[in-house]
C-alpha cells in the first residue's frame, strides 16, 4: 500500500503516541455537567493519521479512565491512501500515464480526494475534477460512497479492535457502557458510525462536535491547572496508554509499569548493565511484548520529551 500523506499542501499531521489526552479532554466536555450517578463511556478518537479508544467511568465530576488503546498508525490519512490508489490506477487505464512520480500532480490529487471524502458523509457520490492535472490533461472521476466502503472496509473494522480491547482490559461487557462519544473529523464516517452503532446496539452521543470535544475539555483542564474554583472540586484519574519498560541484556524488554496502570507511579528494579554502559533505553511497547526490538526505543532522558 502507498502512503500519500507526505505530499506537500496537503494532508494531516500525525498525532504522537501519548498520554490518553484527547479522549480525557473529550470525555470532560461530555461529561462536565452530567448528574445522576456513575456512567461508563467509550471516547472513540479516529483523526487524520492516529486512531485511540478510551474508556471511563464518570461519577459526580470524578473522570477515571479505565483502559485504553489504539493505533497510532490508522486514520484518515490511511483512507485517503486507500482511495489515491484507486484513482490512480483508473487514470492509468485511461490515458497510460503512471503519475505516481508526479508530486504535483499527487499534490493536488490528495487535496481532492480529502474533500471527497469530506463531501461522501452527506451525498451518495461526487466528482473529483482536477484542472492541468497532468502535462496539460485534466482529471474527472466520479466517486461514490459504496466504492468509498468496499476500499476501506477492512480498515473500518480494524478499528473495532481497540473497543473490544478496553472493554476486555476494564472488564466490563459493550452492554455496560452508557454512551460512546465520537472524536476527530473521520468519525464523520457514515459506515465507521453504523459499525459503533451496531456494535453497542444504541444511538452515539451527539450532544459534542467531533472536532470541538477536545478543544472544549483542554480548556477546563487549563481552568483546572490556574486555579479557577469552579472546577476545583473536578477529579481526573489518568492510565499509562503504553507499557514502559527498560532494555535488558538479550535485547529483552524487561517490564516495569504496564499498560493501563494508574498513573501518576514509580517502579524501580535493578538490573545488571554492560561495562561502560553510558545511556539506558527504555522502550514503549502498545501491548506487553516482551522483545524490546518490538517496542519503541528511547535512550534515557529523551522520555520525558517525547509525547
Request: charged share 25%.
Amino acid at each position: 500500500m502507498s502512503s500519500f500523506s507526505s505530499y506537500e499542501g496537503c494532508g494531516h499531521d500525525r498525532r504522537p503516541p501519548g498520554p490518553s489526552y484527547h479522549q480525557r479532554a473529550a470525555a470532560i466536555a461530555y461529561g462536565l455537567d452530567k448528574k445522576g450517578g456513575e456512567s461508563q463511556i467509550i471516547v472513540y478518537d479516529l483523526g487524520g493519521g492516529t486512531f485511540h479508544v478510551s474508556l471511563l467511568s464518570i461519577d459526580d465530576r470524578v473522570f477515571e479512565v479505565l483502559a485504553t488503546a489504539g493505533d497510532t498508525h490508522l486514520g484518515g490519512e490511511n483512507f485517503d491512501d486507500r482511495v489515491m490508489d484507486y484513482l490512480i490506477k483508473q487514470y492509468k487505464k485511461k490515458t497510460g500515464t503512471d503519475v505516481l512520480s508526479n508530486l504535483r500532480a499527487m499534490g493536488k490529487l490528495k487535496c481532492e480526494v480529502e474533500k471527497a471524502k469530506c463531501t461522501l458523509s452527506s451525498q451518495q457520490s461526487t466528482r473529483v475534477e482536477i484542472e492541468s492535472f497532468e502535462n496539460g490533461n485534466g482529471f474527472s472521476e466520479t466517486l461514490t460512497r459504496a466504492k468509498f466502503k468496499e476500499l476501506n472496509m477492512d480498515l473500518f473494522r480494524k478499528t473495532m479492535n481497540p473497543v473490544e480491547q478496553v472493554l476486555k482490559d476494564a472488564n466490563l461487557k459493550k452492554e455496560d457502557i452508557n454512551e460512546v462519544v465520537l472524536v476527530g473529523g473521520s468519525t464523520r464516517i457514515l459506515k465507521v458510525q453504523q459499525l459503533l452503532k451496531e456494535y453497542f446496539n444504541k444511538e452515539l452521543s451527539k450532544g459534542i462536535n467531533p472536532d470541538e470535544a477536545v478543544g472544549y475539555g483542554a480548556a477546563v483542564q487549563g481552568g483546572i491547572l490556574s486555579g479557577d474554583e469552579d472546577l476545583g472540586d473536578l477529579v481526573l484519574v489518568d492510565v499509562c496508554p503504553l507499557t514502559l519498560g527498560i532494555e535488558t541484556t538479550g535485547a529483552v524488554m524487561t517490564k516495569l509499569i504496564p499498560r493501563n496502570t494508574v498513573i501518576p507511579t514509580c517502579k524501580s528494579q535493578i538490573t545488571a548493565s554492560h561495562a561502560c554502559q553510558a545511556c539506558l533505553n527504555t522502550p514503549q511497547s502498545p501491548s506487553s511484548a516482551p522483545d524490546a526490538a518490538h517496542a519503541r526505543l528511547y535512550r534515557l532522558g529523551q522520555l520525558g520529551s517525547s509525547s
